[in-house]
């Protein structure tokens, strides 16, 4: 036998209207008839409370501090709508819902908005695959943190390859919805003639190819999070139907049947600017509205140089494992280079260059602004032609002064010199820091605490 979520009603000595009887096939509904609310059971998923007084008691303003984040659903009689002075009264219980008194039980999910989301840490954005360094991409992770709390509908504009299907990921990993479907869906990808059946479904004998039912992408995310991508290019037709299934919550498949009801949560993302696409007459106005609840611009790459080196070295790691090659370092001047580069492919091209030039570079532990002279080769039908880097000649020795020198010192400082330098390349790591200069790992953390580096402890990875 399933059991029933709990909806716990406080009905502040207003009347039930026997409701409570008609819910019981969807709830388990216990009610507090006393005028005065006491604290719902632990076990309440959704708090029903009956707000037809023009204020809540001072009782359940304390109740409310302390059973924190439960969602709350405040009933009113139909057609008696709440004065201006009545809600600012009962918006001090926080973020809650209204409904009237209705045959129909309350949908279970209900859920309150977030009042105070925690930024995402940098470990964390990095895990969801996102480098979060500049102010604009903290300002990103933020919004996305705040709508992954509820299942507003989302809007992510940006250039291509800034990142759109990562944050629309990433706000779905983030919400309690984290294990049902996320159905990602480009719809530039898919013909004109065919994105209402892939979308809505379609039943059999619909067309002609029809040959059984099929949910469609909407019914496969129920639960979850399905992302349309490049949702500026859909057809007016099928924006006539996305706009109904954002309204009421419903799919009509093609070829006939009754609607199904679907929960899912929408992000929608474009690399072009959607509200010229209506004013071009090419996109709904009612459907941008519907999808604009919680706009989230992503800023180009060019905007945000400081988080370069960052991703640089995160595409590093993880291209290397990837393609089973060794790890390999960048040299420190390759992060002031890749700064001043333009990037018109933004997050996406910079991974590509980095995958390019691992793969590219065979055998060498170390990627330096050589490997990466590519990336300027476009460049130079307008510029000037990055110059190839000199040779290498090796030291020149010290004259050797007329009063003598001591010979250990000088040796000492140039090691010391040349480890401090390997370090810097490998980002502390001992173990590569000593393949580059010929040793063993052992001798180098010797030489380490015999030249008084540090104490020879683990590698930095």
Same mark, same amino acid.
């Given at each position: $036998?399933?059991?029933?979520?709990?909806?716990?009603?406080?009905?502040?000595?207003?009347?039930?209207?026997?409701?409570?009887?008609?819910?019981?096939?969807?709830?388990?509904?216990? *009610?507090?008839?006393?005028?005065?609310?006491?604290?719902?059971?632990?076990?309440?998923?959704?708090?029903?409370?009956?707000?037809?007084?023009?204020?809540?008691?001072?009782?359940?303003?304390?109740?409310?501090? =302390?059973?924190?984040?439960?969602?709350?659903?405040?009933?009113?009689?139909?057609?008696?709508?709440?004065?201006?002075?009545?809600? /600012?009264?009962?918006?001090?219980?926080?973020?809650?819902?209204?409904?009237?008194?209705?045959?129909?039980?309350?949908?279970?999910?209900?859920?309150?908005?977030?009042?105070?989301?925690?930024?995402?840490?940098?470990?964390?954005?990095?895990? #969801?695959?996102?480098?979060?360094?500049?102010?604009? $991409?903290?300002?990103?992770? =933020?919004?996305?943190?705040?709508?992954?709390?509820?299942?507003?509908?989302? #809007?992510?504009?940006?250039?291509?390859?800034?990142?759109?299907?990562?944050?629309?990921?990433?706000?779905?990993?983030?919400?309690?919805?984290?294990?049902?479907?996320?159905?990602?869906?480009?719809?530039?990808?898919?013909?004109?003639? #065919?994105?209402?059946?892939?979308?809505?479904?379609?039943?059999?004998?619909?067309?002609?190819?029809?040959?059984?039912?099929?949910?469609?992408?909407?019914?496969?995310?129920?639960?979850?999070?399905?992302?349309?991508?490049?949702?500026?290019? /859909?057809?007016?037709?099928?924006?006539?139907?996305?706009?109904?299934?954002?309204? =009421?919550?419903?799919?009509?498949?093609?070829?006939?049947?009754?609607?199904?009801?679907?929960?899912?949560?929408?992000?929608?993302?474009?690399?072009?600017?959607?509200?010229?696409?209506?004013?071009?007459?090419?996109?709904?106005?009612?459907?941008?509205?519907?999808?604009?609840?919680?706009?989230?611009?992503?800023?180009?790459?060019?905007?945000?140089?400081?988080?370069?080196?960052?991703?640089?070295?995160?595409?590093?790691?993880?291209?290397?494992?990837?393609?089973?090659?060794?790890?390999?370092?960048?040299?420190?001047? *390759?992060?002031?280079?890749? $700064?001043?580069?333009?990037?018109?492919?933004?997050?996406?091209?910079?991974?590509?260059?980095?995958?390019?030039?691992?793969?590219?570079?065979?055998?060498?532990?170390?990627?330096?602004?050589?490997?990466?002279?590519?990336?300027?080769?476009? =460049?130079?039908?307008?510029?000037?032609?990055?110059?190839?880097?000199?040779?290498?000649?090796?030291?020149?020795?010290?004259?050797?002064?007329?009063?003598?020198?001591?010979?250990?010192? *000088?040796?000492?400082?140039?090691?010391?010199?040349?480890?401090?330098?390997?370090?810097?390349?490998?980002?502390?790591?001992?173990?590569?820091?000593?393949?580059?200069?010929?040793?063993?790992?052992?001798?180098?953390?010797?030489?380490?605490?015999?030249?008084?580096?540090?104490?020879?402890?683990?590698?930095?990875?």
């Amino acid at each position: $036998m399933t059991a029933h979520p709990h909806l716990h009603w406080s009905t502040l000595g207003e009347s039930t209207q026997g409701l409570e009887h008609r819910w019981a096939g969807l709830w388990n509904v216990t *009610v507090d008839r006393a005028a005065s609310p006491a604290l719902p059971p632990p076990e309440t998923d959704l708090w029903v409370v009956s707000a037809d007084a023009e204020e809540p008691p001072p009782a359940l303003l304390k109740a409310m501090a =302390e059973v924190n984040a439960l969602p709350l659903l405040l009933l009113r009689a139909e057609g008696k709508a709440p004065s201006m002075k009545a809600l /600012m009264a009962w918006s001090a219980l926080g973020s809650a819902r209204w409904g009237v008194y209705s045959d129909d039980p309350p949908r279970p999910g209900l859920r309150p908005l977030a009042a105070h989301v925690a930024p995402l840490t940098a470990g964390q954005a990095l895990n #969801l695959g996102l480098v979060g360094v500049s102010a604009a $991409m903290l300002d990103v992770l =933020e919004k996305a943190r705040a709508a992954a709390a509820t299942r507003a509908t989302v #809007l992510l504009q940006g250039d291509s390859g800034t990142g759109k299907e990562l944050v629309a990921r990433a706000i779905h990993r983030l919400s309690a919805e984290a294990d049902q479907p996320f159905v990602p869906v480009h719809c530039g990808a898919i013909p004109d003639n #065919l994105i209402e059946s892939e979308l809505f479904g379609y039943t059999k004998g619909a067309f002609t190819d029809a040959r059984k039912d099929t949910p469609g992408k909407f019914r496969e995310a129920n639960g979850g999070t399905i992302f349309l991508d490049e949702v500026g290019t /859909m057809p007016l037709s099928a924006q006539v139907r996305l706009l109904r299934v954002l309204q =009421e919550r419903e799919v009509q498949p093609l070829g006939g049947g009754g609607p199904v009801r679907v929960e899912v949560r929408v992000v929608a993302a474009s690399n072009i600017d959607l509200w010229k696409r209506v004013q071009e007459g090419h996109f709904r106005e009612d459907l941008f509205y519907r999808l604009e609840v919680i706009p989230i611009a992503l800023p180009p790459l060019k905007t945000r140089r400081e988080e370069i080196p960052f991703l640089a070295q995160h595409f590093l790691n993880r291209k290397a494992r990837e393609h089973g090659l060794y790890p390999k370092a960048l040299h420190p001047s *390759v992060d002031a280079f890749l $700064m001043t580069l333009p990037w018109p492919g933004n997050v996406r091209q910079l991974e590509n260059a980095l995958e390019r030039a691992i793969v590219l570079s065979a055998a060498k532990p170390v990627l330096t602004r050589e490997d990466f002279h590519f990336l300027v080769a476009r =460049e130079t039908e307008l510029e000037t032609e990055l110059p190839p880097p000199a040779p290498v000649a090796p030291p020149a020795a010290p004259d050797l002064p007329a009063e003598g020198l001591d010979l250990n010192q *000088v040796v000492s400082d140039m090691e010391k010199n040349l480890m401090l330098q390997s370090l810097q390349i490998t980002r502390g790591n001992k173990k590569r820091a000593a393949e580059l200069l010929g040793l063993k790992r052992t001798t180098f953390l010797e030489k380490m605490k015999r030249l008084d580096l540090e104490d020879g402890g683990d590698d930095v990875e």
